[in-house]
C-alpha cells in the first residue's frame, strides 16, 4: 500500500492499495457512514429521443459515496465499497445506491469524521512491504500446499494420497513419486508469479524423501526452500499445527500472523494455568483498564468492523485509554484458526501486569 496524501486536519487518507493484501486492510479500515471517493464506473441513461428508453452509456467518472457496508472476497480478491453518491458529475444524480469496486495500483480517498491512532497505525504498517512465504505439508495420507498472507494463510491445495499397502514396496515407492511429482507442479504453479521462499512441514521420512525428489528434479524449487520441520500430521493439519507450536518462528516471525498466533497461544497458556493475569469480555476487560492493569489488549478485526457506531467509539475510547496507560494493542485477524479463538472469549482479552479481582 503506497500512502499519498493525509491531512488528518481536514479528516481524509488518499492511498493505493498495491496488493491484494491491502483490500483486507481496508475491509478493517473503511466503516460505516465514511466517505470513499475514487473512479468508479456507472451507467447513465441517454437522453437523445432516438435511444431506446432503458438504453444507456457507461462512464468512468469520479464519485463519492457515503458508506453503507464493506464487502471483501477473498477468493476473487475483490472490494466493494457499497453507499450511496454523494459527490459524482452532474450526469449522475445524488443519493442514489452505488457500489465502489476498489481496484489495484488505483488511488482511493477516505474521509471520517476521527481517524483513530489503530487506524492510522494500521495503514502505516500495510505499507511495510511483507513478503509471503510458501508452506508445504506432506505425509503419506495427505498433503496441502498454503501461502501466508497478512490476513491468515490461504490453502491453495490440498489433497490425499492413496498409496498401496507397504508389503508391495515397489509399487508403493512409485506411487509416491507419482504424488511427488503432483505436489512439485502445484508448487510450481502457485510459485510462477513470484520467487517466494518455501517452508517443508512433514511427518516422518517423508519430507525427507521429497526434499531428495526435489533436488533431483527441480534443484530451483530446492534452493527455495528455507527450512524443514517435522509435524505430527500431514496436509492442512500440519500447516495449523506448525502456526499454533511457531515451529514455523524461525523462517516467518517478520510475518503478521506468526505474531498474531503467538499472542493467542499466550492467552491460551494463561487461561489453560488458570492464571489471574488475564480479563476477557467487555466489561471484564474494561474493568482491568480503569485500574491501570492491562498491559496487552487483544481485540478481534471483526468486533470493531461490526459493531454499531456507539459501541465502536466505546473501544476505541477503551483502546486510547490502555494506550495512555503504555499498554499494547494487538487488532487479531478473524480469517484464520488464532482469531477464530479469540471469537470464542468475546473477541476481547487482556494480558494483565498484576492480578486483580
Same mark, same amino acid.
Given at each position: /500500500?503506497?500512502?499519498?496524501?493525509?491531512?488528518?486536519?481536514?479528516?481524509?487518507?488518499?492511498? &493505493?492499495?498495491? $496488493?491484494?493484501?491491502?483490500?483486507?486492510?481496508?475491509?478493517?479500515?473503511?466503516?460505516?457512514?465514511?466517505?470513499?471517493?475514487?473512479?468508479?464506473?456507472?451507467?447513465?441513461?441517454?437522453?437523445?429521443?432516438?435511444?431506446?428508453?432503458?438504453?444507456?452509456?457507461?462512464?468512468?467518472?469520479?464519485?463519492?459515496?457515503?458508506?453503507?457496508?464493506?464487502?471483501?472476497?477473498?477468493?476473487?480478491?475483490?472490494?466493494?465499497?457499497?453507499?450511496?453518491?454523494?459527490?459524482?458529475?452532474?450526469?449522475?444524480?445524488?443519493?442514489?445506491?452505488?457500489?465502489?469496486?476498489?481496484?489495484?495500483?488505483?488511488?482511493?480517498?477516505?474521509?471520517?469524521?476521527?481517524?483513530?491512532?489503530?487506524?492510522?497505525?494500521?495503514?502505516?504498517?500495510?505499507?511495510?512491504?511483507?513478503? $509471503?512465504?510458501?508452506?508445504?505439508?506432506?505425509?503419506?495420507?495427505?498433503?496441502?500446499?498454503?501461502?501466508?498472507?497478512?490476513?491468515?494463510?490461504? &490453502?491453495?491445495?490440498?489433497?490425499?494420497?492413496?498409496?498401496?499397502?507397504?508389503?508391495?514396496?515397489?509399487?508403493?515407492?512409485?506411487? /509416491?513419486?507419482?504424488?511427488?511429482?503432483?505436489?512439485?507442479?502445484?508448487? /510450481?504453479?502457485?510459485?510462477?508469479?513470484?520467487?517466494?521462499?518455501?517452508?517443508?512441514?512433514?511427518?516422518?521420512?517423508?519430507?525427507?524423501?521429497?526434499?531428495?525428489?526435489?533436488?533431483?528434479?527441480?534443484?530451483?524449487?530446492?534452493?527455495?526452500?528455507?527450512?524443514?520441520?517435522?509435524?505430527?500430521?500431514?496436509?492442512?493439519?500440519?500447516?495449523?499445527?506448525?502456526?499454533?507450536?511457531?515451529?514455523?518462528?524461525?523462517?516467518?516471525?517478520?510475518?503478521?500472523?506468526?505474531?498474531?498466533?503467538?499472542?493467542?497461544?499466550?492467552? /491460551?497458556?494463561?487461561?489453560?494455568?488458570?492464571?489471574?493475569? &488475564?480479563?476477557?469480555?467487555?466489561?471484564?476487560?474494561?474493568?482491568?483498564?480503569?485500574?491501570?492493569?492491562?498491559?496487552?489488549?487483544?481485540?478481534?478485526?471483526?468486533?470493531?468492523?461490526? $459493531?454499531?457506531?456507539?459501541?465502536?467509539?466505546?473501544?476505541?475510547?477503551?483502546?486510547?485509554?490502555?494506550?495512555?496507560?503504555?499498554?499494547?494493542?494487538?487488532?487479531?485477524?478473524?480469517?484464520?484458526?488464532?482469531?477464530?479463538?479469540?471469537?470464542?472469549?468475546?473477541?476481547?482479552?487482556?494480558?494483565?501486569?498484576?492480578?486483580?479481582?
Amino acid at each position: /500500500m503506497k500512502i499519498i496524501e493525509k491531512n488528518l486536519q481536514k479528516n481524509f487518507v488518499k492511498l &493505493i492499495p498495491t $496488493s491484494e493484501d491491502d483490500f483486507w486492510h481496508l475491509y478493517n479500515v473503511i466503516y460505516r457512514n465514511d466517505e470513499v471517493y475514487a473512479y468508479s464506473s456507472r451507467a447513465i441513461k441517454s437522453d437523445s429521443d432516438y435511444s431506446r428508453p432503458k438504453s444507456g452509456e457507461r462512464i468512468s467518472a469520479f464519485i463519492g459515496v457515503k458508506v453503507d457496508y464493506v464487502s471483501w472476497d477473498r477468493f476473487l480478491g475483490r472490494l466493494r465499497i457499497h453507499g450511496t453518491i454523494c459527490h459524482a458529475p452532474e450526469k449522475i444524480p445524488t443519493g442514489v445506491h452505488h457500489t465502489i469496486v476498489v481496484s489495484l495500483h488505483k488511488p482511493v480517498t477516505i474521509v471520517k469524521e476521527t481517524w483513530p491512532k489503530h487506524i492510522i497505525d494500521r495503514l502505516k504498517k500495510a505499507t511495510r512491504t511483507e513478503k $509471503s512465504i510458501i508452506v508445504v505439508s506432506i505425509d503419506d495420507e495427505s498433503f496441502a500446499i498454503a501461502q501466508t498472507k497478512q490476513y491468515g494463510v490461504d &490453502i491453495k491445495v490440498e489433497e490425499r494420497i492413496r498409496l498401496p499397502g507397504k508389503r508391495n514396496p515397489e509399487h508403493r515407492k512409485k506411487a /509416491m513419486t507419482e504424488n511427488f511429482k503432483k505436489v512439485l507442479s502445484s508448487i /510450481m504453479q502457485i510459485r510462477a508469479a513470484s520467487n517466494n521462499s518455501i517452508i517443508l512441514l512433514g511427518v516422518g521420512f517423508i519430507k525427507n524423501d521429497f526434499t531428495a525428489f526435489l533436488l533431483k528434479e527441480s534443484p530451483q524449487i530446492s534452493k527455495a526452500i528455507v527450512d524443514i520441520k517435522s509435524v505430527n500430521n500431514g496436509g492442512s493439519s500440519g500447516i495449523f499445527e506448525a502456526l499454533r507450536s511457531g515451529i514455523l518462528h524461525k523462517a516467518s516471525n517478520k510475518l503478521r500472523i506468526m505474531e498474531e498466533t503467538e499472542i493467542i497461544e499466550e492467552i /491460551m497458556s494463561r487461561l489453560g494455568k488458570e492464571e489471574k493475569t &488475564i480479563s476477557y469480555g467487555i466489561d471484564c476487560v474494561q474493568n482491568a483498564a480503569i485500574l491501570g492493569a492491562v498491559d496487552k489488549i487483544v481485540i478481534a478485526d471483526s468486533l470493531l468492523r461490526e $459493531s454499531s457506531e456507539i459501541n465502536r467509539r466505546k473501544l476505541e475510547h477503551l483502546m486510547k485509554k490502555v494506550e495512555d496507560q503504555k499498554g499494547r494493542i494487538f487488532i487479531i485477524s478473524t480469517e484464520h484458526e488464532a482469531g477464530k479463538k479469540l471469537l470464542g472469549l468475546g473477541g476481547i482479552v487482556a494480558l494483565l501486569r498484576f492480578s486483580i479481582n
